[in-house]
Every structure is written in C-alpha cells, then in structure tokens.
C-alpha cells in the first residue's frame, strides 16, 4: 500500500504535468501554425536555448559537477570504511544524498529553464532546462566512469566495506545517475512557469541584482504580488550600483520574510497533528501485528500530506513559492512530531524487544541506540528527499490547476 | 476595544516621515534613504501598515518612458492619528526622567 501511495501520489504527479504541459503546447503550435511549422519551432528553440550566455554556463556546469563528483568520491572513499567506527553508515548516507542531489539538480534544470524562457520562450526554456541536467549528467559520469572501471578492474585496491556487495562499493554515484531521470520532468514545468510571467511585461534584467530580485519576487503568494512588483520598480529606479546592490539585498530580504502565505501556521499544525497520530498508530499497529518498523510510514505519510499542503496553499495563492513555503513549514512540524512520538515510541519497541522503530529488523542493545535510531541523518535525509519530492509536486499541480489570467498584470 | 500596538522604533520613523509629507507620495527608496534604513527594514514595515489601514498605496500614473510605475505611499486618517500619538509618545518620553532599562525592551509594530 505505500508502495502503490509513494509512485502514484508522489512521484507520478510532475511526469503526468510534464507530459500535459508538452501536449498542451503542441497543441496550440500546431493550432497555429499548422504541423508543418513543428520542425522549424523546434530548431528555433534549440538556437535560444543554446546560444549565448547558455552554452558557456553549460560547459561550467559540467566542469563544476565533475570537480565536485571528483572531489566527493575521494571523499567517500576515504571514510567508507570507517563508518562503523563513526555509527554511521557511509554508503547508505551517500546513497541518500545522492537522492537529495538528485532533487536539487531538479529545481536547478527548472530555474535555468524557467529564466530562459521568461527571456526567449517556452521552447528555449525546456531545451536549456534539459540541457542543464544532460550537463550534470555529463559532469558526473567524466568524473565517475574511470574512478568506477579503475575499481571494477582491480577491486583489492580500494577499501572493503562489509554491507556492500562485490563490486557494488560505488554503486551511491551510479545510483546518483540513474535518480536524474526523475528530474527530466522539471525543465519542461520552470519553462512553462518562465514563460507565464514572460507575459506580465518585465523589462529585461540590467543587471544580476535585478535578475536575483526578480527571482526573489517572481512568485509571492496572490496578497503580496503587488509588493513584488513594488519593489522591482522601486529598484528599476536607482542607478548608483552600491545603492542597487543595497537595496536589492534589502528587497530579497523583505521578499523571504513576507513571502509566507496565510494560514501556513494553522497547516503546519494540522500536518504535525496528522503525522504525530499517524506515527503512533503505525507504531502499535505494527507492534500488535510484529510487523516490521515504521520508516515506510514517515516516508509516506508526511509525502501525501505536504503534497496536499503545497497543492491547496499553491492553489489559493496562485504560487508555486507559495506552495513550497507552506510545504517546508509543514515539513518541519511534521519532523519534530515524528521525534516526538518516535522517541518514546522507540523505547516502548525496545523494552518489547520488539527490534528498531525505524527498521525492526534488530533489537537495540540499549535505549541510546534505541533512542537515537529516530534521528538518524541518513533515515531523516530519505524522508525530507520524498517529501520534497511530494511537496514540489503538489505545488506545481496547484500552479497548474489554477493559472492567471491572461493578460492579468501586479497591481494593487 | 481594539488593542493598541506600541510600534517599534523603526516603524515609528516609518510613521513620522510619512506625516512630514503630509498628503504627498513618498517612494518606498526614498524614505529608506531618509530614514537610513534598508529595504528589507522598511518595506515589511509598509506592508504591516497597509494591511492595518495606517497606509495607503498607489501607482505612479505617467512614468518615464523604459521604466515600470513605481510604488507611492501615505499616511491613511488613521495612520496620521497613529503617527501623531507616536510623537506625542516620542515628546513626553523625552520630557520624563530617564525609565531604567525595562524602557528599552524590544517592541513589536
């Protein structure tokens, strides 16, 4: 049953977007222009989505993701074995950053497409997006293919880890690559966002303070749009590049702290009251049944309730940011409900002998590692990766289902 | 009864430019500059007062030509009586004898 709620509520919703929005833009292509017009929209999107200053950018972001990938390897390489001398395990952490990574690359690929189609269209966005990852991908594999054949050729000279299978020691950077076609979703949905406020009539950014403000402001909750646009006029109207910077920063500022769409306390609340519920009921469920532990249940559950969180918040405040905001609030209630109630709920499992809360697949050898097994950074990093995942879904359904109207401009 | 906020210093100034200008708009850089505040200071405090009614807000109507309207504020009826109970709060603090520290705690808008 999680199985089946994790892929169809969490993880199908920005595929399902992606494939709509695709088809909606075909659509009125064609509607338009006709099909014979198909061919050349698309090479006129791969010229704007790859001329200057994308390409150069493209080329450092494939050379930043293989340093970093370098670097990283030796890092891991150079701890793997000490893990259990540390109580952490490193390839399972590394295995969930990589996941973590894999979500961050997703919204780097949508807020490169989402500003090169605010410039130069849909298409040029979705290509730009698309190429952003195809560069990371392109980064890591240079970095990660010799380092991984150099270990498939001659595995006796790298560390031994014991929880790992043969030739499996890398297997956290291969799984890295694999987790980035989940984020192919995410050009195609900033591009479509990008190229929705292309028709609210910004000037073209002057310079990086503009651009980083614009970014800071695109997306405010419906009540405070206006101020947005406030501020971006305010700026448009300072020349001296200090005071620019200045007020730039102040205005980002102001945005972030102003930003938090209405009710998200109250949601917040609900979310943790929710969870905390949830957590104690899955606990004596599975402690009457002796099922297993109850990990699947805070990966699940928290995922299906922030993606309802940034859906409705996104859907009323016709925000996508919004959505996001809300959802991270949530997020962070419904982990302190999760240590809340996992920690007395630990020692319950354990004074049972009834194994980890997390896991239960053995029994804790005091009530430290009992207790501490509920905050795990590698168990609390693959919670917040899926929902993330749920609440940038969710968001990005709200946006979706409620569009502005066309031609609706900031105002107050 | 409505309860009343003490506001805090900075939206005090906030407060008190805005008075000095009377019925004009001010522009939202233009009181940072004045006030010597930043903009992440004085636009949540703007939009605390907006909200509450002491503030009300326009567009520029003819802008320059390659340049967006901008944002122009002034004091509401009530927002120039909130303004003008401040002042007198600022006087009379001035006028008293020095309050000890719990004077100088933080206060919110």
Known sequence: ?412 | MARVRHPSPQTAAVLVALAENGEDWSHGYDLCRTLGLKAGTVYPILIRLAERGHVETSWETDPPRGRPARHLYRLTTAGAELARAVAAAARAAEAAPAPGPAALAPRTA
């Open chain 1, 1 to 412: 049953m999680f199985d089946f709620l994790l892929t169809l509520v969490v993880l199908a919703p920005a595929p399902l977007l992606a494939i709509v929005v695709l088809a909606v833009r075909l659509r009125d292509a064609v509607r338009h222009g006709g099909v014979g017009t198909l061919a050349s929209r698309v090479r006129a999107g791969w010229r704007d989505g790859t001329r200057r200053p994308v390409w150069p950018l493209l080329i450092g972001v494939a050379a930043g993701t293989a340093a970093l990938t370098f670097g990283l390897q030796r890092l891991y390489l150079a701890t793997v074995d000490k893990g259990p001398g540390w109580g952490v395990d490193i390839a399972l952490l590394a295995m969930v950053l990589g996941l973590l990574a894999a979500v961050a690359c997703a919204g780097l690929a949508a807020l490169a497409a989402a500003t090169v189609a605010r410039a130069r269209g849909f298409g040029a966005g979705t290509v730009a997006g698309l190429l952003t990852l195809v560069a990371v991908a392109v980064g890591t594999a240079a970095a990660h293919l010799p380092l991984n054949a150099a270990y498939q050729a001659e595995p006796g000279s790298f560390p031994v880890v014991a929880n790992l299978g043969a030739g499996d020691l890398l297997l956290p950077f291969a799984v890295f690559l694999v987790v980035l076609i989940w984020a192919l979703p995410w050009p195609v949905l900033g591009a479509a966002r990008g190229a929705r406020t292309e028709t609210t009539q910004r000037l073209p950014a002057r310079d990086v303070w503009q651009l980083l403000l614009d970014l800071a402001t695109a997306d405010l909750p419906e009540n405070r749009s206006a101020w947005g646009a406030a501020l971006r006029a305010e700026l448009a109207a300072i020349d001296p590049p200090a005071e620019r910077r200045r007020f730039a920063l102040g205005g980002m500022w102001a945005a972030l702290r102003s930003g938090r769409p209405r009710a998200a306390w109250a949601s917040a609340a609900g979310v943790a009251v929710l969870v905390a519920a949830g957590s104690f009921a899955a606990s004596r469920w599975s402690l009457a049944h002796s099922r297993g532990g109850i990990l699947d249940f805070w990966i699940v559950g928290p995922s299906v309730l922030l993606l309802a969180v940034a859906l409705v918040t996104a859907w009323r405040n016709r925000s996508f940011g919004a959505g996001l905001r809300a959802a991270a609030l949530s997020g962070l209630a419904a982990l302190v409900a999760i240590i809340a109630v996992g920690v007395p709920e630990a020692l319950v499992w354990a004074q049972r002998q009834a194994g980890y809360l997390s896991t239960g697949d053995a029994v804790p050898p005091t009530w430290q590692s009992a207790v501490l097994d509920v905050v795990r950074p590698d168990f609390i990093i693959i919670m917040i990766v899926f929902w993330a995942i749920g609440a940038a879904g969710g968001a990005a359904m709200g946006t979706a289902l409620r569009r502005d109207p066309a031609g609706v401009t900031d105002g107050s």
